[in-house]
């Protein structure tokens, strides 16, 4: 069964860091994965979806993220953080049947000047 | 271009009662989704639908029904309320294929009292 673990439910940066937030993901077949970003009061948003076409992914507002077989990862990073990429993002990997998204716990992504 | 449109946004409810959730969509998606997202827990899928007049359980169904009588809509409901569907609901819908996005409407915050 496809599953997605998201390391850290909360991570905490200065303005101008580098964002790492981590996703593992596990599955019987080639895995298909995104990230998704949650802004306060809001719907999900795609950030970046992973296909198998290219191992590093670039999606909107500055953020990117790599595919890596070996280590069952797909981190999202953001080399620069702004106050405005505070929110909540989740990983989710496409059920082996492509019926529905299996999403992680979520992680807090908190922004201080 | 309204994209998924929910209905309500907001309600309160007695424990007992019932409601139906609405989503629409005007994106010609075959598949449609219910998540329910609880702090700390991600997004766990309820039901889907990957066409007019079928509907199907996700991870946690009990306590809920669903209709897909037409193409564009997806209906939630909760036959009698407890505490515990106390949640933000979203509804998501996408294309039928496995690398596809889904997505979201604004979601719906529900209390159960």
């Known amino acids: 069964a496809q599953s997605v673990t998201q390391l850290g439910s909360h991570v905490s940066v200065s303005e101008g860091a580098l964002v790492l937030l981590r996703c593992n993901y596990s599955s019987s077949v080639p895995p298909y994965l995104f990230w998704y970003v949650q802004y306060p009061n809001q719907g999900l948003q795609l950030l970046l979806k992973y296909t198998s076409a290219a191992t590093l992914v670039k999606g909107i507002n500055g953020f990117e993220a790599e595919f890596k077989k070996s280590e069952t990862s797909f981190h999202l990073t953001k080399p620069s953080a702004h106050m405005s990429d505070a929110a909540e993002y989740f990983c989710?990997?496409?059920?082996?049947?492509?019926?529905?998204?299996?999403f992680g716990k979520g992680t807090t992504l908190s922004v201080s000047s | 271009n309204a994209g998924v449109t929910q209905t309500p946004k907001f309600r309160v409810l007695k424990t007992g009662q019932s409601m139906t959730l609405l989503c629409a969509q005007d994106?010609?998606?075959?598949?449609m989704y219910w998540y329910r997202q609880d702090p700390g827990m991600g997004l766990r899928l309820i039901h889907y639908s990957v066409g007019e007049g079928t509907t199907a359980k996700g991870e946690v169904p009990d306590g809920y029904n669903v209709s897909r009588l037409k193409k564009q809509n997806f209906l939630l409901g909760l036959e009698s309320a407890a505490p515990s569907q106390t949640s933000v609901y979203f509804c998501a819908s996408s294309y039928p294929n496995r690398g596809t996005e889904a997505f979201f409407g604004q979601g719906t915050r529900l209390t159960v009292v």
């Open positions: 994106m010609n998606h075959e598949y």
């Open positions: 989710a990997v496409s059920d082996q049947a492509g019926t529905a998204l299996i």
